[in-house]
């Protein structure tokens, strides 16, 4: 990670942490970059850039502040206005644009906001260009064998322009509805919006493939984006799809990369249920590219468990749905995600994507001819408690020989029966104890044999 931008972008509290001259500087940086990359390449065309962002009131202070830095430098940039996150990656490559940004804090609270970058291949952008970008904001720019204290502006006829590019975002939508293989006809869903991006694109996919479609938190705002909605709250659809006798729920997060489930019962299925739901599905039809789901190391036990007894492999990596697709591109694997609901398909997508991953879900179910409850029947989670201790000092904490010794305790005593995960947040001053077991019991004793010696020693 870098100074300003994380593994999900340069986010915090709008005008506080990120504020409208960082977007500014941002903007005038890609555009001048891009458009200076075509000069020297020989190509006289101006960088091309495309924008989405969320129903956050800032959002709009945002975008005007990039635009701004973009066309002063030349760039030309097209504007998708409100609009999902997967949605500008899909936009990004497919129509060969320089770069997009997403203007976006996904789950975070409205007073919150995030820059996130994309390239040119509908990926997450590189750490190179990050570093770019960051050193441009910090007045320390080095870039092709040449300093730079401050960026030309453009003049006269190559100032950019701005281009409302509505039209992108519904080709995206067109591409959804043509990835449905089924029919709904028949079935209720429940689509919980969280007042933010898909308030004006989930129902509409629904609807054209047929669901009698019920929707909840979409009217945005700017101020109600995931306030008691959306996947982080998913006790309101829960409950909803009860009352209504739904079929099926699907909740999805500000910017719509992730997406939760609810059974016909009201049932939670999490992303971990929905790799088990898909991976089998795919196994079973013999699509499985390499016989492996890829998860991160938050998956639950019980998920490792059910894959053991299919027969499915899995490879576990860092949190951060950034670190499964760079796996996942690299072995060439066709599914993996978060237990949050960050859900890749990677013949499909780029990015996790929660629409994508709600119609592959009811793609499931009516290719199965069942209910939602009986896919995720197999599947038992383990109890799992997690436990975060505030330290002064991460690494000392956590490579601690009296911290490593209990680990070490608990991961003999717990055998095959559970496990014991210690880690550093990577953005607060936090150590992380979870453990999961087949008893509660079992999670609290052994989230307190390490917990308790952190915090006697390192607990601020």
């Given at each position: 990670m870098g100074k300003y931008?994380?593994?999900?972008?340069?986010?915090?509290?709008?005008?506080?942490?990120?504020?409208?001259?960082?977007?500014?500087?941002?903007?005038?940086?890609?555009?001048?970059?891009?458009t200076e990359k075509n000069r020297r390449n020989g190509i006289d065309e101006p960088g091309r850039i495309v924008i989405g962002k969320d129903t956050r009131r800032s959002s709009y202070m945002f975008e005007y502040s990039l635009i701004a830095g973009l066309t002063a430098s030349g760039a030309d940039a097209y504007m998708l206005h409100v609009t999902t996150t997967p949605s500008v990656a899909y936009v990004a490559?497919?129509?060969?644009?320089?770069?997009?940004?997403?203007?976006?804090?996904?789950?975070?609270?409205?007073?919150?906001?995030?820059?996130?970058?994309?390239?040119?291949?509908?990926?997450?952008?590189?750490?190179?260009?990050?570093?770019?970008?960051?050193?441009?904001?910090?007045?320390?720019?080095?870039?092709?064998?040449?300093?730079?204290?401050?960026?030309?502006?453009?003049?006269?006829?190559h100032i950019g322009k701005t281009v409302d590019y509505v039209s992108g975002r519904n080709r995206y939508i067109g591409y959804?509805?043509?990835?449905?293989?089924?029919?709904?006809?028949?079935?209720?869903?429940?689509?919980?919006?969280?007042?933010?991006?898909?308030?004006?694109?989930?129902?509409?996919v629904f609807e054209a493939l047929g669901a009698t479609t019920y929707v909840i938190n979409a009217e945005p705002d700017g101020f109600n984006?995931?306030?008691?909605?959306?996947?982080?709250?998913?006790?309101?659809?829960?409950k909803f799809v009860v009352e209504k006798g739904l079929d099926v729920g699907f909740a999805y997060d500000g910017d719509a990369d992730r997406c939760l489930c609810v059974d016909e019962k009201g049932n939670l299925l999490t992303g971990d249920h929905i790799l088990y739901i898909y991976g089998r599905y795919m196994k079973e039809r013999g699509k499985l590219v390499n016989n492996t789901v890829v998860t991160t190391v938050m998956s639950n036990f019980g998920l490792y468990k059910a894959f053991d007894e299919l027969g499915i492999d899995y490879a576990k990596t860092a949190v951060g749905d950034?670190?499964?697709?760079?796996?996942?591109?690299?072995?060439?694997?066709?599914?993996?995600?978060?237990?949050?609901?960050?859900?890749?398909f990677s013949k499909y997508a780029t990015t996790g994507d929660g629409i994508l991953t709600s119609l592959k879900m009811m793609q499931v179910m009516m290719s199965k001819k069942t209910t939602m409850s009986e896919l995720a029947k197999p599947l038992k989670i383990y109890p799992q408690i997690l436990e975060n201790i505030k330290v002064s000092d991460k690494p000392a904490?956590?490579?601690d020989e009296e911290v490593q010794a209990a680990v070490k305790t608990a991961e003999a005593e717990l055998g095959d029966s559970g496990r014991i995960l210690l880690r550093e947040s990577g953005t607060e001053p936090v150590v992380r104890v979870m453990v999961e077991a087949d008893t509660?019991?079992?999670?609290?004793?052994?989230?307190?044999?390490?917990?308790?010696?952190?915090?006697?020693?390192?607990?601020i």
């Open positions: 931008f994380g593994t999900d972008g340069f986010r915090g509290e709008a005008n506080t942490v990120l504020t409208a001259d960082h977007a500014y500087k941002i903007g005038r940086f890609l555009g001048w970059y891009y490559k497919t129509d060969e644009f320089d770069c997009g940004i997403m203007i976006s804090a996904s789950h975070n609270p409205y007073y919150d906001n995030g820059i996130k970058l994309i390239n040119r291949e509908g990926i997450k952008m590189d750490d190179e260009t990050i570093a770019l970008v960051e050193a441009y904001l910090d007045g320390e720019l080095e870039v092709f064998g040449e300093k730079y204290e401050e960026l030309p502006f453009a003049h006269r006829e959804l509805i043509s990835l449905g293989m089924y029919s709904f006809r028949g079935k209720k869903v429940g689509l919980d919006c969280a007042n933010g991006a898909t308030w004006n694109v989930a129902k509409s984006i995931n306030e008691n909605a959306g996947s982080t709250h998913i006790e309101g659809l829960q950034k670190y499964v697709y760079e796996y996942m591109a690299e072995h060439q694997n066709c599914i993996g995600g978060e237990q949050s609901g960050h859900i890749i904490a956590v490579h509660e019991e079992k999670c609290r004793k052994y989230v307190d044999l390490v917990g308790n010696i952190i915090k006697a020693k390192y607990e």
